[in-house]
């Protein structure tokens, strides 16, 4: 893994299936048996990712830098 890149997690337990992350950022989530999942866990950096983690309205996504900080969502 690269510094550049972007560790992405999915807190399955608090997804609710809304389908937000799929529809803002389809190449890196897809819903699975009505959860959201990362098709990767660690991507290059993409706007729509942080559109995406920041749209959840239960903040099941949570996206850091290689370096471990929190980069979406932020409060």
Not at 30 to 44: C, E, H, P, W
Not at 50 to 75: F, K, N, Q, W
Request: some cysteine.
């Amino acid at each position: 893994m690269n510094q550049r890149s972007w560790q992405i997690r999915v807190d399955e337990q608090r997804c609710v299936g809304s389908g937000i992350c799929a529809g803002t950022a389809p190449g890196h989530f897809s819903l699975v048996d009505g959860v959201s999942r990362a098709t990767a866990s660690d991507i290059d950096p993409a706007d729509t990712v942080i559109d995406a983690a920041e749209s959840c309205p239960v903040e099941a996504i949570l996206v850091r830098a290689a370096d471990g900080t929190p980069l979406a969502p932020l409060p």
